[in-house]
């Protein structure tokens, strides 16, 4: 079982930057891929970054490549974002999840097993 706790939203002015931070409780942390994932109110839920367990593969939606950074601290068990240039279409709440078990795409949410309550993230024009 692993608990999932986001902080570090809030409110930007476009263009800006922001960290989010996802702490997991547990001592097997490093063994689970980690993903952020978004939400945007009236819109379903999208893929944002994935991490994999020792950091040494990212992926990201083409949305998001070149301004946000996933990166993780297995010795902390926390995985972060790293938001640059934010645009105002970047507001939603953001989630980060846990992946267990191997899976051929984590971009997709059925992929991962546990899920944080989330964060906001405003981004004002």
């Known amino acids: 079982q692993v608990q999932l706790v986001e902080s570090g939203g809030g409110l930007v002015q476009a263009g800006g930057s922001l960290r989010v931070s996802c702490a997991a409780s547990?001592?097997?942390?490093?063994?689970?891929?980690m993903g952020w994932f978004r939400q945007a109110p009236g819109k379903e839920r999208e893929f944002v970054a994935t991490?994999?367990?020792?950091?040494?593969?990212?992926s990201y939606a083409d949305s998001v490549k070149g301004r946000f950074t996933i990166s993780r601290d297995n010795a902390k068990n926390t995985v972060y974002l790293q938001m640059n240039s934010l645009k105002p279409e970047d507001t939603a709440v953001y989630y980060c999840?846990?992946?267990?078990?191997?899976?051929?795409?984590?971009?997709?949410?059925?992929?991962?097993?546990?899920w944080g309550q989330g964060t906001q993230v405003t981004v004002s024009s």
């Open positions: 547990g001592r097997t942390f490093s063994s689970y891929v």
């Open positions: 991490i994999s367990w020792r950091g040494g593969s990212t």
């Open positions: 999840a846990a992946a267990h078990n191997y899976h051929n795409d984590y971009s997709l949410g059925r992929s991962y097993d546990y």
